[in-house]
Structures are given as structure tokens and as C-alpha cells.
């Protein structure tokens, strides 16, 4: 069992890396674009036409019913307005889940590795972080989520596609895990942020059965571009959206108005183009990594790529640390995800692929010196660790 205080590791470590000058980022999960140019005009012309007042709490009435036509388009059941809260990003969305449903107390399953910012929002609700190992290929054990689910275990959270591993969760083993949620009465969270950036289907549809149980929070940060508007939302039973609007309220009023004006201009935009640069950027890596001896698994969603590097250094921080130090390229110790991460660096690929060939290269070349000579260890300073 384990909690992470509030200050995000991702954030700590990126400030940390940088203090070495690095002239290639690859650490944080945002494009370097800004938004798309007809989604800000919406947002303008929002603020030209004095929609500038007090939003509803639960997000303006278009944008409820687009997301819900959209969800409903994308799952295959009915989905109706009222069971949609626009959010500030998903991360406010995961906050609500557990400040709204969760006792102080209460435990949730998390997978390790994950994204911590399921830890944090676990904590901010005194709730407890129940970590469930994945398997070797980065996928979900049901019989190791079953074994630690305890009469006070209230939800689960997955993440599909998954940062930091690129993995969709095999549909099988999605089912079961419902199949659990159903039996113990979970509330199933579902974080499907990077769903939109997919190089395949997600088998979400297998929860059909399980959905008046499931809550997905999802996002426009990632596929349109717009980490800097704070506009996601959460869909899931009316019951629970009953029960989460108020606290939404007392926490944030609502969403800004003309992001949301934006927001909704983003649905009209296909993030295909985005798709296409990512999967490129993810070949690119992979095949150059892979020729060098790291094991890549394949980038099945999403846009990080999750080698490990053990076949060069035992110790992913100080890879990232000497990495950092001796070719300026910038990446994420898979440990910060969880201990199942331990021995991995998470690689973010949604830049522009000039810089990621340069940093193909680079990390080659340091792994390739590091394979020829031993490596001189590097101590981060306590805090980071
Ligand atoms: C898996 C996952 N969920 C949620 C978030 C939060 O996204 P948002 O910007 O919408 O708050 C992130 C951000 O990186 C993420 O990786």
C-alpha cells in the first residue's frame, strides 16, 4: 500500500533534469504546438459575444450534449447529458471521483506502474492507494487485483491506453476486471485521456454490462493540443453525477466559460494529423532503440515509448541522470510510475520528428559508450528520489 505526496514526481524530476541545460526534452506529456487555430477562434469570438458570466456548473448545455454524442458514438450504448461534468482537465475529473465517492480511509486499486497523479488524487481525499504489480508485458493481474480487494475497497482505476507503458488492456482481461468491479460493487475508473492518440480500438465496449458502474474521465489536453485550457470531462451514471456536481461546485464553480466555447469547436477538429506525427515520432525511436538492444514494447496508444534499459544500466535514475548529463536529451526514470517501472525511462514523442531523430540518436550513442565502459554513478539530491 502506498500514497505520494501532492508535488508531482513528473514535474519534480523535469525540474531537476533541467538543471543540467538540456537542449531536447522529452519529458513532458504536452505538444510543443499551440492549439489549433479555429478552436481559439471559438474561444475569441466566445469572449467577443459576453460569454464571460457564471458557466453552469455541470458545463454549458452544447458541450454536455456534443460529449455525450460523442461518448455514445464511441462506446455504443446511450449516453445522455446528464451524465456528463466538464471538468478542469482530467485531473480535476480523478479529484472529484475520489472527493465525492471515496471516505477518508477507503481504499482504491491502483496498477503499477501508473501515472501518479492517481496518487495524489487519492490523497487529497485520504483515501489509500492499494498498488496492483502488472504482469511483465505491462498488463493488469486480475488475480493479483482480486486478492488485495478488502470489504473497505470502494473502486479501481485503469488507464487505457496507459501512460507510462503505451498498453491497451487485452479485452479479456477488461472483462474480468468489470466482472470484479461488478462482484465487490467498485466504482470502475476508467482514464482514457490518450484514447483519441491510438494506433488501435480500445476494448471499452466489453463494459457494456458493468457501465452503471464505470466512470470515464477523459480530456482535450492531449488530442487537440490544449494542456494549458484545463477543459476535460467525466461521464457516468446519472446517480454518480448527481452526486459529484455539488462537490465540483463547492470546488471550482465550473469551468471557464469560452474554454468551453472552445472545447467545443476542438470536437470538430479530427486529431488524425497528431496520430500520424506520433506514430511516426514512435517508429522512429523504436526502431533505432531496439537496434541498439533495448526491449521496446510496442506503443499501442498514446505517445510514450517505455524501453528498458537494463540491458545498459541496472538503475533507470541514474540513466536518466547520466543521460541528461552526457547528450542534453531529457527523460523520465520509469521508477517514478512505480517500482514495476523500476529499470525503465519513459520517453515522450509528441514533439516534432526532426528532434526526435536527434534524440534516437543521442541515446544511442549513449548506450552504446555505456555498453563499452562502466558507468560513473551520479547521486541525485535526496529529494528527488
Ligand atoms: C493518464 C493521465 N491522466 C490524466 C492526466 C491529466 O490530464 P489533464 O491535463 O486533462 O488534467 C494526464 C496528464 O498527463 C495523464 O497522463
Not at 494506433?199 to 482535450?220: C, G, H, K, T
Not at 536518466?320 to 527523460?331: E, I, M, N, S, T
Request: net charge positive.
Amino acid at each position: 500500500m502506498s500514497a505520494c505526496g501532492t508535488s508531482s514526481p513528473i514535474r519534480r524530476w523535469t525540474a531537476l533534469l533541467r538543471q543540467f541545460h538540456p537542449d531536447i526534452e522529452l519529458t513532458l506529456g504536452q505538444m510543443p504546438q499551440a492549439t489549433a487555430g479555429p478552436i481559439c477562434d471559438a474561444a475569441i469570438e466566445a469572449l467577443r459575444q459576453g460569454k464571460t458570466h457564471y458557466p453552469p456548473a455541470a458545463g454549458i448545455d452544447p458541450l454536455r450534449q456534443a460529449l455525450a454524442k460523442w461518448e455514445q458514438q464511441r462506446r455504443g450504448w446511450p449516453v445522455v447529458p446528464e451524465q456528463i461534468i466538464v471538468t478542469n482537465g482530467a485531473q480535476e475529473a480523478l479529484a472529484l471521483c475520489c472527493l465525492g465517492l471515496l471516505k477518508s480511509g477507503e481504499e482504491v486499486l491502483v496498477q503499477d506502474p501508473c501515472y501518479p497523479g492517481y496518487l495524489s488524487a487519492l490523497k487529497t481525499a485520504s483515501a489509500l492507494a492499494v498498488v496492483c504489480p502488472q504482469s511483465a508485458d505491462f498488463q493488469p493481474d486480475c488475480e493479483a487485483m482480486q486478492r488485495r480487494i478488502q470489504p473497505h475497497t470502494r473502486a479501481l482505476i485503469l488507464n487505457v491506453p496507459a501512460n507510462p507503458t503505451g498498453q491497451m488492456i487485452e479485452p479479456r482481461r477488461l472483462f474480468r476486471i468489470g466482472q470484479l468491479a461488478w462482484r465487490h460493487d467498485l466504482f470502475l475508473i476508467v482514464d482514457v485521456v490518450y484514447e483519441e492518440l491510438s494506433q488501435r480500438e480500445s476494448a471499452l465496449a466489453v463494459l457494456r454490462p458493468f457501465r452503471d458502474r464505470l466512470i470515464l474521465i477523459n480530456s482535450f489536453s492531449k488530442p487537440w493540443a490544449m494542456t494549458g485550457w484545463r477543459v476535460g470531462w467525466l461521464c457516468g451514471d446519472v446517480s454518480v453525477i448527481k452526486r459529484l456536481v455539488p462537490v465540483h461546485q463547492a470546488l471550482v464553480s465550473g469551468v471557464c466559460s469560452f474554454a468551453q466555447y472552445g472545447a467545443l469547436a476542438a470536437l470538430r477538429q479530427d486529431p488524425e494529423p497528431l496520430r500520424e506525427q506520433i506514430a511516426d515520432n514512435v517508429r522512429v525511436m523504436t526502431s533505432a532503440l531496439t537496434c541498439c538492444g533495448l526491449r521496446c514494447p510496442e506503443v499501442q496508444g498514446g505517445f510514450y515509448l517505455f524501453p528498458d534499459i537494463r540491458r545498459c544500466m541496472a538503475d533507470d535514475r541514474q540513466f536518466a541522470l547520466q543521460l541528461v548529463q552526457k547528450q542534453g536529451v531529457a527523460v523520465l526514470p520509469g521508477s517514478l510510475f512505480g517500482q514495476r517501472g523500476a529499470g525503465h525511462v519513459r520517453l515522450s514523442l509528441c514533439g516534432q520528428r526532426a528532434q526526435v531523430e536527434q534524440a534516437a540518436e543521442r541515446i544511442v550513442r549513449f548506450v552504446t559508450s555505456a555498453a563499452e565502459k562502466p558507468a560513473v554513478q551520479t547521486t541525485p539530491p535526496a529529494d528527488s528520489r
